[in-house]
Structures are given as C-alpha cells and as structure tokens.
C-alpha cells in the first residue's frame, strides 16, 4: 500500500549507511516480509550486519561504530520527513471565467 514510499525512504537509508561507512553496496531489495506487512505507513527493513560474518560481528561490538549506524539512520529519517512535510501542494485547478 505504501511501497513508492517505503521504496523511497529504504533509498535514502541506504544513501545515508553508504556514505557515512563506506559499506558494499548491496542495494535496496524488495520482498513480501512478514514483518512489513499491514504497515500502515512507509516501513523499511534494515539490516545493519551479519553477526555470522567475524568482521561485522566485530564491528557491530564498537560503540562508536554503532553511533555512526544511529546517526546514519537519523540522517535517513530527517531528509525523508523533511521532503514529505514540505512537498509544494499540487496548484488548484485553475477557475473558469463567466462568460
């Protein structure tokens, strides 16, 4: 029901993980999750790492690592309230003149 807009907002986060860490890119993907459904808003999944991958694992044990996701996931959420709150409204139709 909102998948334009999950699909935006899941793009801005993964514009905002990207840039601050450095991460691959894995691209933002788009499944019928059970966890996503009936959301009655935008709603996105995020996986911020693999506690199965050493590396990440170890990662996501470092504090300041996991501020930088915060901060990240931050970001995401301001740009994306800030282009829905000021969106210019659609013009009026224009009004047809007596003749």
């Known amino acids: 029901h909102h998948l334009a807009e999950s ?30 459904r009936g959301a009655a808003m935008p709603a996105v999944l995020v996986e911020l790492g693999f506690l199965s991958n050493p590396s990440e694992d170890a990662r996501l044990q470092d504090p300041e690592y996991r501020a930088q996701l915060v901060d990240s996931l931050v970001r995401a959420i301001v740009r994306y309230k800030s282009q829905k709150e000021f969106r210019p409204e659609p013009a009026p139709p224009a009004q047809e003149e007596a003749p």
Do not use: C, I, M, Y
């Not at 935006?8 to 993907?29: H, I, M, P, Y």
């Open 7 to 36: 699909l935006r907002f899941a793009t801005l986060v993964q514009e905002e993980l990207n840039q601050a860490l450095s991460l691959r890119d894995r691209g933002v993907k788009q499944a019928p999750f059970q966890v996503l």
